[in-house]
């Protein structure tokens, strides 16, 4: 940490002095409003405690057979992202849906990425309110599920 000091200190009397101004990086509106996707409101998600009867399947985990290419994708980057898998086919595969046209804007995507998995229509379940062996057999079902999805357009 000491050997940082001094660049800590050039870069606060620079900003203190006025060097580093935000209007040195103008960003256009249009690209700051085309990066944000809005998701839509949804009911809350199921969670383990609250699934629906004949959601869980016999093991206690939902089925994936509703998700959609965009949905599969962000749980893909999830999975990766929390370590529930360590296989780099399934950052591949996750990559692979979310290069697909209209997928990485689809709230789908949004919604895998922080761990909800679509059941059909709107209705998500919360794969945090499994334990890890559950969301990593998640994980796993969720990339057996992908090839079939890349194979569908």
């Given at each position: 940490?000491?050997?940082f000091?001094?660049?800590f200190k050039a870069v606060a009397s620079l900003a203190f002095m006025g060097g580093i101004t935000l209007a040195a990086f103008p960003m256009p509106q249009q690209a700051l409003a085309a990066t944000i996707l809005k998701v839509p409101a949804v009911p809350a998600?199921?969670?383990a405690s609250t699934a629906a009867p004949g959601v869980l399947d016999y093991d206690g985990i939902p089925t994936v057979e509703h998700a959609s290419a965009a949905?599969?994708?962000?749980?893909?980057?999830?999975?990766?992202s929390h370590k529930l898998v360590t296989d780099t086919t399934v950052r591949s595969l996750g990559r692979k849906l979310a290069s697909r046209e209209g997928v990485s804007t689809n709230p789908a995507y949004a919604w895998g990425g922080v761990g909800r998995l679509e059941l059909g229509g709107q209705t998500m379940f919360d794969v945090g309110s499994l334990?890890?062996?559950q969301r990593a057999a998640v994980c796993a079902?969720?990339?057996?599920?992908?090839?079939?999805?890349l194979k569908s357009e």
């Open positions: 940490m000491v050997a000091r001094p660049v998600p199921m969670t949905n599969v994708a962000g749980l893909m980057s999830y999975c990766y334990n890890r062996d079902r969720s990339a057996l599920r992908g090839p079939d999805l």
